[in-house]
């Protein structure tokens, strides 16, 4: 199993980024996917998740009309747009896939999910 992240980098503050997660060795059609950050001294948090058929969509408060998740069955890669960027989404971002069943009221807590990516940075400079 893998799920290889990228597209990060430095951008400036009000500037977008889109990142990849590719994902292999697992069926990812049976899997929610999801997106979760951790900024330096902090814990890692939930940003973004996407059903298996990607009918879902759920985000945190902080990302909230700012972000968005999709994915792309065909290539087995799930994506997160990022728009006006602030200083505080300077993270590490991690892909993860969660098992199909899981429900909305469980989709931001990392336990719920089987498989994660090494990260890719993303640093906001003003």
């Known amino acids: 199993v893998q799920l290889q992240a990228s597209g990060g980098g430095l951008v400036q503050a009000g500037g977008s980024l889109r990142l990849s997660c590719a994902a292999s060795g697992f069926t990812f059609t049976t899997y929610s996917m999801g997106?979760?950050?951790?900024?330096?001294?902090?814990?890692?948090?939930?940003?973004?998740?996407?059903?298996w058929d990607g009918d879902r969509t759920y985000y945190s408060d902080s990302v909230k009309g700012r972000f968005t998740i999709s994915r792309d069955d065909a290539k087995n890669t799930v994506y997160l747009q990022m728009n006006s960027l602030t200083l505080e989404d300077t993270a590490i971002y991690y892909c993860a896939a969660a098992p199909a069943t899981i429900i909305l009221s469980q989709v931001m807590f990392s336990t719920n999910y089987h498989y994660w990516g090494q990260g890719t940075l993303v640093t906001v400079s003003s």
């Open 35 to 51: 997106w979760f950050r951790q900024a330096p001294g902090n814990q890692r948090e939930f940003v973004a998740d996407i059903s």
